[in-house]
């Protein structure tokens, strides 16, 4: 026995833009079919099949966690009933192929998807449908579903016939509710059973359901403290005539961005919110960058995270902007760093794992900690490169007086360190200790001079900075095997 009624199609692509363009393309109503659902990949689609049931999948062939080549061969597999178009970038011959093989019943070329395209295909594949009559124009009458969601986003549509016969209650909300994909959830119609009013859906996919609720008492924050923290739920503001629906998508979606800088919160709407903070001051860069520049790190970085600390409040900015500067002060800092020669091999390497976490970031405080260890790591580069220029200064100061009288107190004083401070410090940073490297320096000075035959070896011991001849001639063998003498003696005969 066939069966009359609007034909249910699911839209399947990772680019919201492109489900939103196939959504307008047509009056799916009056064409006959009816929009049950949207996803972003095919494993979120194979969910939706398990609940919507649809009788079209349409769905991309590139998109993340599963692909459309994946998804046509599963549901080939396991809902043969269920008609697939294809829609994708790629004209390759050996794709087409093997599409149609996975029970395809048409394949559409992005670029050349249209409303006259678009609503062939959708008639082809409802044709094979078996036991389905696509309805003609003027066999159906548009769901009460489908107007909710028209009007939601923005349709000019008028509900006053429905209005009255389905919400008799005073007060009207758009609920939505995010919770994680897989894991199994509670839906709203089963825990507000006990709520004296109406819940309608609008609009489903794998982790998002959007609600009209109708009664006679707001539903606030206090009604949902028992639904599981893995979701959340967020409100519009309460209207009173079922025609205030029309825009209220905006407002909600508005109210789900809020999310970003309230993580740990279930409830949000904007009765919820705490008040904004007074105006904050814009981020100076170039007073930033300046500072940089000075090797003022810590003062930078300490304006730098005074101002993100101040922004997890200001709830009502662009998180994509806001996730922008962040990338952006990394990205500067990191080509500062190579303009004044500092080693950022490391950074280069992990920057774009930095710019990803920003991107990916659930909330500002993830975001922020993100920043936070890049510059720990620009911190350790700096500090490094410090140690190393100490370093460097000793034993620059070294190599142009090792000839004199040089004592660990000399260089201390020198240096305004403690002579303590100054063998720590030395002996932290390099391998040998001061009395050590001050030695090799002054032996490589000697084994310099002992090469001119003419020079005694006693003067060299002195030319060097030894002021005990003995002492010098036990250094020296300790670190060449030789004497003075035997090294000269050795040198003349090679």
């Given at each position: 026995m066939e069966t009359k009624g609007l034909c249910r199609t699911l839209i399947v692509d990772d680019e919201i833009l492109i489900r939103q363009g196939i959504k307008h393309y047509l009056d799916w109503e009056k064409e006959g079919f009816t929009i049950v659902g949207e996803a972003s990949n095919g494993k979120e689609a194979l969910e939706l099949i398990e609940k919507l049931n649809p009788h079209i999948v349409i769905t991309d062939v590139v998109m993340p966690i599963m692909d459309g080549e994946a998804l046509t061969r599963i549901v080939n597999e396991k809902f043969p009933h269920i008609g697939l178009i294809v829609l994708s970038s790629f004209s390759?011959?050996?794709?087409?192929?093997?599409?149609?093989?996975?029970?395809?019943?048409?394949?559409?070329?992005?670029?050349?998807?249209?409303?006259?395209?678009?609503?062939?295909?959708?008639?082809?594949?409802?044709?094979?449908?078996?036991?389905?009559?696509?309805?003609?124009?003027?066999?159906?009458?548009?769901?009460?579903?489908?107007?909710?969601?028209?009007?939601?986003?923005?349709t000019d549509l008028s509900l006053e016939e429905e209005a009255a016969a389905y919400f008799?209650?005073?007060y009207f909300q758009v609920l939505s509710h995010n919770y994680e994909a897989n894991k199994k959830m509670m839906h709203l119609q089963d825990f507000l059973t006990n709520e004296d009013g109406i819940l309608t859906s609008i609009l489903s996919t794998s982790d998002l359901h959007i609600y009209l609720w109708n009664g006679d008492r707001i539903l606030g924050e206090d009604v949902f403290s028992g639904l599981p923290k893995s979701?959340?739920?967020?409100?519009?503001?309460?209207?009173?005539?079922?025609?205030?629906?029309?825009?209220?998508?905006?407002e909600l979606e508005r109210v789900e961005s809020y999310r970003f800088f309230f993580p740990d919160s279930f409830y949000?709407?904007?009765?919820?919110?705490?008040?904004?903070?007074?105006?904050?001051?814009?981020?100076?860069?170039?007073?930033?960058?300046?500072?940089?520049?000075?090797?003022?790190?810590?003062?930078?970085?300490?304006?730098?995270?005074?101002?993100?600390?101040?922004?997890?409040?200001?709830?009502?900015?662009?998180?994509?902007?806001?996730?922008?500067?962040?990338?952006?002060?990394?990205?500067?800092?990191?080509?500062?760093?190579?303009?004044?020669?500092?080693?950022?091999?490391?950074?280069?390497?992990?920057?774009?794992?930095?710019?990803?976490?920003?991107?990916?970031?659930?909330?500002?405080?993830?975001?922020?900690?993100?920043?936070?260890?890049?510059l720990k790591e620009v911190m350790k580069i700096v500090e490094t490169e410090e140690e190393q220029g100490h370093m460097r200064k000793l034993t620059d100061y070294i190599k142009a007086h090792y000839h004199e009288s040089l004592s660990l107190s000399d260089i201390a004083n020198h240096f305004h360190f403690s002579p303590s401070y100054l063998s720590n410090y030395f002996s932290t940073h390099s391998k040998e200790g001061f009395s050590e490297y001050l030695n090799r320096v002054r032996i490589e000075a000697a084994i310099t001079l002992l090469r001119q035959n003419d020079i005694p070896i006693s003067k060299i011991s002195e030319q060097v900075g030894f002021s005990d001849h003995s002492y010098f001639c036990r250094v020296f063998k300790k670190q060449t095997s030789y004497s003075p003498s035997q090294y000269r003696r050795k040198r003349i005969m090679s």
């Amino acid at each position: 026995m066939e069966t009359k009624g609007l034909c249910r199609t699911l839209i399947v692509d990772d680019e919201i833009l492109i489900r939103q363009g196939i959504k307008h393309y047509l009056d799916w109503e009056k064409e006959g079919f009816t929009i049950v659902g949207e996803a972003s990949n095919g494993k979120e689609a194979l969910e939706l099949i398990e609940k919507l049931n649809p009788h079209i999948v349409i769905t991309d062939v590139v998109m993340p966690i599963m692909d459309g080549e994946a998804l046509t061969r599963i549901v080939n597999e396991k809902f043969p009933h269920i008609g697939l178009i294809v829609l994708s970038s790629f004209s390759e011959f050996d794709y087409v192929r093997s599409a149609f093989q996975n029970g395809v019943i048409d394949y559409i070329l992005k670029p050349k998807l249209n409303a006259e395209v678009l609503l062939k295909a959708l008639r082809l594949a409802a044709g094979q449908l078996e036991g389905f009559h696509l309805s003609s124009e003027g066999e159906h009458q548009q769901t009460l579903k489908d107007k909710l969601r028209g009007l939601y986003e923005g349709t000019d549509l008028s509900l006053e016939e429905e209005a009255a016969a389905y919400f008799p209650h005073k007060y009207f909300q758009v609920l939505s509710h995010n919770y994680e994909a897989n894991k199994k959830m509670m839906h709203l119609q089963d825990f507000l059973t006990n709520e004296d009013g109406i819940l309608t859906s609008i609009l489903s996919t794998s982790d998002l359901h959007i609600y009209l609720w109708n009664g006679d008492r707001i539903l606030g924050e206090d009604v949902f403290s028992g639904l599981p923290k893995s979701g959340f739920i967020c409100s519009t503001e309460v209207f009173d005539n079922l025609s205030e629906l029309k825009g209220k998508q905006k407002e909600l979606e508005r109210v789900e961005s809020y999310r970003f800088f309230f993580p740990d919160s279930f409830y949000l709407s904007d009765q919820s919110l705490p008040p904004l903070p007074g105006k904050l001051q814009d981020f100076q860069l170039v007073r930033f960058i300046e500072e940089c520049k000075r090797d003022n790190f810590q003062e930078a970085f300490s304006y730098l995270q005074e101002h993100t600390g101040q922004n997890v409040q200001n709830y009502q900015q662009d998180v994509a902007e806001y996730k922008a500067f962040l990338n952006n002060i990394m990205f500067n800092l990191i080509v500062l760093l190579g303009n004044k020669d500092y080693q950022t091999e490391v950074l280069e390497k992990k920057k774009y794992t930095y710019f990803q976490n920003v991107g990916q970031a659930a909330d500002v405080y993830t975001a922020n900690q993100t920043v936070d260890s890049f510059l720990k790591e620009v911190m350790k580069i700096v500090e490094t490169e410090e140690e190393q220029g100490h370093m460097r200064k000793l034993t620059d100061y070294i190599k142009a007086h090792y000839h004199e009288s040089l004592s660990l107190s000399d260089i201390a004083n020198h240096f305004h360190f403690s002579p303590s401070y100054l063998s720590n410090y030395f002996s932290t940073h390099s391998k040998e200790g001061f009395s050590e490297y001050l030695n090799r320096v002054r032996i490589e000075a000697a084994i310099t001079l002992l090469r001119q035959n003419d020079i005694p070896i006693s003067k060299i011991s002195e030319q060097v900075g030894f002021s005990d001849h003995s002492y010098f001639c036990r250094v020296f063998k300790k670190q060449t095997s030789y004497s003075p003498s035997q090294y000269r003696r050795k040198r003349i005969m090679s």
